[in-house]
């Protein structure tokens, strides 16, 4: 009789110690909470240990779901409720004010009450930030400059990437698609769907903190980016150098994969990046055999530089080498001999507003990896494709716009496998190039971009307006126009002459 009670007691006591192991979001619904203007703690709050950047998981349990950050010290911590993580940490180390992450809501716990107070603001933006519709197109004109919380001074959208590990590589390539303004306004107004891609999710976040002019530091963390990547990859792309274009190419394959329209399956990378280029095919020494064409749809074009030279005149020699000579591999008539012994000849024919070009500096031999260390020179501003475009398309119909400028270059310094990435963007509201590596962004003439050894640069269309706007051209009227217009063929001068056309 007497051990009756005593089973019944030890069984309340386990169940109370499940309870309180179980999750939060296995317990019962909360009821409201109140809110309140006069919290007594919120002098405690200390905004230079905030920071938002970082993988939102509890510190102790590993969970992402239902996280708040002590706004005392920027620890995450899993519930709010009695028994939970962030109910102890609060109870054993008295910092009472806290916020959710994914609600922004400021709790005192364990008073159990919502804070509601406009100093708060600041930190709510920084966890979130916002922006309009006329901000983000504002970006491109409007020059703002920012100040982090240790006084020093920032420019919004030129701001460094803090490497982890060596992820130099991601840095650069991040810092590089920003630069193109219709992406760039469309990772701004980013809303996730019900079902988000981790990586589109966090690029999104990313892009808003760039422009943040009201961060509480100078620069950015993109640990969540990086950790999305590297889920996604199977730790392919981490905090080990990689070849900054093979993540592009990866990188803009995933976006297109998850952004694509369904009935149309274009994307705006398509919209932005895709241009088209002409293969003719032929057979090597048999000039009876057919020459195949073939339009191929291509977000990059790849240059070889010349080989380095095995003997040079001096010692500190640097080959050099005109971006115009190397883009003659696309003028339709320079033959690339493959292994098959089949010859092809390249042209452009339609040019995308955003170009990529990228150099092939690294080659691979039997023991170890190559670096070609000419130096490329190219124009920064006008420079004109109009001469490499194929015959049937050099009509300003086809192409209104030829004409590009730089607004990104990519470039290695060091030896091929352990060298390190920084990029040189074009900053649109000051007219300003700034040199950017990881944490240190520097202001840079136009004249120090081009000595660089430039590995991937980013040109855009001289039509893109500072909105992100183009000219965009119907291709199926174009071509129905061409073929609607009569063929002229062996006809006589004079019949020429009374049809309008001038002769000679």
């Known amino acids: 009789e007497d051990e009756a009670p005593k089973r019944r007691r030890l069984s309340a006591e386990e169940g109370a110690a499940d309870d309180l192991d179980k999750p939060l979001i296995k317990r019962a619904k909360r009821t409201a909470v109140d809110a309140r203007r006069d919290c007594p703690y919120l002098g405690t709050i200390n905004r230079h240990l905030l920071d938002f950047d970082f993988e939102k998981v509890c510190s102790v349990s590993l969970s992402a779901t239902n996280i708040y950050v002590d706004l005392v010290d920027g620890k995450y911590f899993q519930g709010r409720g009695p028994g939970t993580h962030a109910h102890r940490h609060a109870l054993e180390n008295e910092h009472y004010v806290w916020m959710h992450l994914e609600t922004g809501k400021v709790y005192c716990i364990p008073d159990d009450y919502e804070v509601v107070d406009a100093s708060l603001d600041d930190i709510k933006y920084n966890l979130h930030p916002l922006y309009t519709e006329d901000q983000v197109l504002d970006l491109s004109t409007s020059l703002r400059l920012g100040k982090s919380l240790d006084g020093a001074d920032y420019v919004p959208g030129c701001v460094g990437l803090n490497s982890i590990g060596t992820s130099d590589y991601l840095n650069v390539v991040v810092q590089t698609l920003i630069q193109c303004i219709p992406l760039r306004n469309f990772l701004m107004m980013y809303e996730s769907p019900l079902k988000p891609d981790r990586v589109v999710t966090t690029l999104a976040e990313l892009a808003r903190k760039i422009f943040n002019p009201r961060n509480f530091k100078g620069f950015v963390s993109p640990h969540e980016f990086l950790q ?60 009876s055999a057919p020459t195949l064409e073939k339009k191929e749809a291509t977000m990059f074009l790849t240059l070889e530089p010349p080989p380095e030279p095995l003997f040079k005149d001096q010692r500190d020699f640097i080959p050099r080498c005109q971006l115009f000579v190397m883009l003659e591999k696309f003028n339709g008539e320079t033959m690339h001999t493959t292994v098959k012994g089949e010859v092809k000849r390249y042209s452009l024919r339609r040019l995308p507003p955003y170009l990529i070009m990228v150099f092939k500096r690294f080659k691979k031999n ?11 020179e190219f124009p920064v501003k006008n420079l004109d494709l109009k001469d490499y475009l194929a015959q049937e398309v050099a009509d300003e119909r086809f192409n209104p716009e030829t004409r590009y400028d730089l607004v990104s270059s990519i470039c290695h310094t060091g030896k091929p496998e352990a060298g390190n990435y920084k990029c040189f963007v074009h ?37 893109v307006q500072a909105d992100g706007s183009f000219t965009e051209v119907d291709w199926e009227a174009a071509l129905e126009h061409v073929e609607e217009q009569p063929v002229v063929d062996d006809v006589a001068p004079e019949d020429l002459a009374e049809a309008g056309i001038i002769i000679g």
């Open 228 to 287: 999305a990547c590297s889920v996604a990859t199977k730790k392919k792309f981490f905090t080990t150098q990689k070849d900054p274009a093979a993540f592009m190419a990866w990188l803009l394959t995933r976006l297109h994969t998850f952004l694509k329209d369904k009935k149309t399956g274009k994307s705006i990378l398509n919209r932005c990046f895709e241009g088209e280029v002409v293969v003719r095919t032929s057979l090597l020494n048999d000039d």
């Open 366 to 376: 039997n023991f170890a990896w190559e670096k070609n260390p000419t130096i490329v």
């Open 427 to 463: 900053h649109s509201p000051s007219q300003q190039w700034q040199e950017i590596q990881d944490l240190r962004v520097t202001p840079v003439l136009p004249q120090v971009v081009a000595l660089a050894e430039s590995y991937i640069q980013m040109y855009q269309r001289a039509d």
